[in-house]
């Protein structure tokens, strides 16, 4: 059993409508390529005492977490100062990054930007990666910013400082099959292939198929017999392509 | 103080980073027009007993919780028995969805499709929309398909049912500003301008602007007085433009 992780998606502006939220798909690739299983994701408003309760349960409950959002110079980026609460540390500020903020701005550096250099006490900032700015983490949570392509940027980096544990495999055959006409099928697959996640995904107005049944698991050639089992069951003119095995 | 929401996404395929989620930012959109404050998303997978234990959660500190997911045919469908789970009843099949699935299918019907006649014991099939199938409630949780043109097509018909409360309005000022150096600003503004969220979102390699910062509350007049401090405190020249008043 690989690793299991949850996201706490951070921001009032997901929430409204303002804008839509792009990191979840991109983390969950991510950690599906590395065999790491996300298993929850939260999405609450810039409210520190919301964050401080949420990352409170989910460190707990999930063997890493991954925060999005919230930490830039204004009044509405609270996440550092509430995951410090979350965590019952002061915010302290690393003398390192405010060398650099300093450097950076010169005398138009303002509060706001000093924030920036502030992280809770003995939280580790993870330098040496491609992003030119540290990763900060504090024990089993990983701090990452809101805006889409730093975030991915920033994935990138943690890569391989995450590592890998047993990659998942997955597997899809797309079908002209009617969705509920299968639906005993696919359950009872399901249950002759310990470790396989089957899935159907039914399409509408889809001029190529109606349903893609997936085969998710760690065992290769399990979900390859999975994949295999679906195929020989179906009648042929229902199926339209299947992934290489 | 109008009413508050949360939405509860279910499904493997958007953990696995199989399917960009899509439905949130439609319910927000949807939501915030209507003056309704949601609060608060989960993504969860297809799992019997988390959804029951959230929607446990949500319901009692929500006014409204709207599911995503998990109402097909088939076997990782477990969305209405686990709601039902939630609120301790039992399920039951709808006499009325059983006969038209029938008279759907005909003799081609499978248990599969007949799970798709069942709901909690009590819940409500809310009739006369122009989905041409009944959205099901039980007391506060309405409970949505997953694919997103469905979805979106169902919230339409919910608008009128739900009716609205005192709207959200919302004005956003673009700027040249850098980020930093106007948070003492629009933390001052939000102070100064009470029932108004003033949020800021730095946009990176944008040749048109670097920051934009939104004025949000039910209160019109107070958003506009909000949205005018700030054109009048910053610099002619790093607006770039505002919404009309």
């Known amino acids: 059993m690989g690793r299991t992780a949850a996201a706490l998606v951070i921001g009032n502006e997901i929430l409204t409508g303002k804008v839509q939220e792009a990191n979840v798909a991109a983390l969950a690739v991510e950690l599906f390529g590395l065999g790491i299983a996300l298993q929850r994701v939260i999405v609450c408003p810039d409210d520190p005492a919301v964050i401080a309760r949420d990352v409170g349960e989910l460190r707990g409950r999930f063997d890493l977490v991954f925060t999005s959002g919230g930490v830039g110079p ?23 990054l405010e060398a650099r ?21 003995g939280g580790e900032l993870v330098v040496g990666t491609s992003t030119g700015w540290p990763l900060l983490r504090i024990e089993n949570v990983w701090v990452l910013p809101g805006v889409p392509d730093i975030f991915k940027n920033r994935l990138t980096a943690l ?50 198929y109606t349903v893609k049944v997936t085969f998710d698991g760690t065992d290769l050639s399990a979900v390859r017999r999975a994949m295999q089992a679906c195929i020989e069951a179906l009648p042929a003119e229902q199926i339209v392509r299947a992934d290489p095995a």
Chains 1, 2 share one sequence.
């Open 74 to 96: 204004t009044h509405d980026d609270v996440t550092v100062p509430a995951i410090a609460a979350a965590f019952g540390r002061p915010v302290v500020r690393d003398p390192v």
């Open 101 to 121: 903020l300093r450097s950076h701005f010169g005398a138009a550096i303002t509060d706001g930007h000093l924030r920036m250099a502030e992280l809770p006490e």
């Open 159 to 208: 890569r391989e400082r995450l590592g890998s544990d047993t990659p998942f495999h997955t597997r899809a055959v797309y079908t002209r099959a009617d969705e509920g006409s299968i639906a005993a099928l696919l359950e009872q697959i399901e249950r002759a292939h310990a470790g396989v996640a089957v899935g159907s995904y039914p399409r509408f107005g889809d001029p190529e």
